[in-house]
């Protein structure tokens, strides 16, 4: 197994409303990140999560939670998310974080917060 | 601080033209260099990676280039199909960043017309 997988892979959500969206890669890798981007934009890095701790959270506001329950797994908590918060979220990892690899990608999830 | 720039932001050519894109970062210290396609609205797909001590990576039709002294990379796409069309990323990983965060150009999307 090669890929990072990430669901749901399209998401609608009210402002008031709890949801979560999930990453898992099978590949071993120890390091997972989350990305986020805007339109026409690049990725922007939200977290990195190093043998399942987290250690760079780029300023992120608090309606967004990460957890890592497991070397496979990471997640993105969201709640009373703001319309701007549209975007796609990108998970990636990597086989370690100073592995000379390169990153792998999944194919996101489209957030829409109405 | 690291920045990577692409040029142009946007190319449209004929089908069977060879074309190149342009990369070009401010810190000549770089781990290594990737790039990626991106289809509209979906996740980040590696094409090539290419470390800091190489000059050149292929894969089929493409070709990337990899000249650190003078922050620049290039990508050559031989033959371009109506199917490449997409928006590419640069994204160079600085060395000595042990949380191996990537920095991003903002992307060249390509217009392959049959």
């Known amino acids: 197994d090669t890929e990072v997988t990430q669901t749901p892979k399209h998401l609608v959500m009210g402002m008031t409303n709890k949801k979560s969206l999930k990453c898992e890669q099978h590949?071993?890798?120890?390091?997972m990140y989350w990305y986020k981007q805007k339109a026409k934009k690049p990725p922007e890095l939200m977290f990195v999560?190093?043998?399942?701790?987290?250690?760079i959270n780029e300023s992120v506001p608090s309606r967004f939670s990460p957890e890592c329950p497991n070397s496979s797994l990471l997640n993105l908590h969201l709640h009373a998310l703001q319309p701007e918060d549209s975007a796609l979220y990108l998970c990636?990892?990597?086989?370690?974080?100073?592995?000379?690899?390169?990153?792998?990608f999944g194919s996101g999830t489209r957030l829409t917060v109405v | 601080k690291q920045e990577v720039t692409q040029i142009p932001a946007a190319l449209s050519v004929p089908e069977g033209e060879n074309l190149v894109l342009n990369c070009s970062f401010t810190?000549?210290?770089?781990?290594?260099l990737q790039w990626f396609r991106q289809d509209p609205g979906k996740g980040l797909t590696s094409l090539l990676l290419?470390?800091?001590?190489?000059r050149e990576q292929t894969s089929g039709r493409l070709n990337a280039s990899l000249d650190k002294s003078s922050g620049r990379s290039t990508l050559y796409i031989a033959a371009s199909q109506p199917g490449d069309s997409a928006t590419y990323l640069c994204?160079?990983?600085?060395?000595?960043?042990?949380?191996?965060?990537?920095?991003f150009g903002k992307g060249t999307k390509l217009s392959v017309k049959p």
């Open positions: 990636a990892s990597l086989v370690h974080p100073a592995s000379n690899y390169g990153y792998t």
């Open positions: 590949m071993g890798h120890r390091a």
């Open positions: 999560y190093s043998y399942e701790k987290l250690s």
């Open positions: 810190d000549s210290a770089i781990y290594n």
């Open positions: 290419i470390q800091s001590s190489q």
């Open positions: 994204a160079v990983r600085r060395y000595g960043g042990s949380q191996g965060n990537l920095i």
